[in-house]
């Protein structure tokens, strides 16, 4: 996933999404990056790991669909 759409991606979060963390892997970087969101500021730091994981994120909120979330982060996967 690039860094950017990834970043455009939280940008347009509705506002009833309060709170999103999680790892993800960006494209070009040797380590994972932990990322947090919390009403609109963003957080990303990478972290040295060498065990190898996969993308997770967890966002929190009120009335917001699950599966829209995720086939939008699964479309950010495969561009």
Avoid: C, W
Avoid at 10 to 21: C, F, Q, S, W
Avoid at 56 to 62: L, Q
């Amino acid at each position: 996933m690039e860094r950017e759409a990834f970043e455009g991606f939280l940008a347009l979060l509705p506002p009833n999404v309060y709170r999103a963390k999680g790892l993800i892997r960006f494209a070009g970087r040797a380590f994972p990056s932990l990322f947090q969101y919390t009403h609109g500021d963003l957080d990303i730091f990478s972290i040295r790991s060498d065990v190898e994981t996969s993308n997770v994120s967890i966002f929190i909120g009120d009335h917001f669909s699950k599966q829209d979330m995720a086939n939008a982060l699964r479309a950010l996967e495969l561009s």
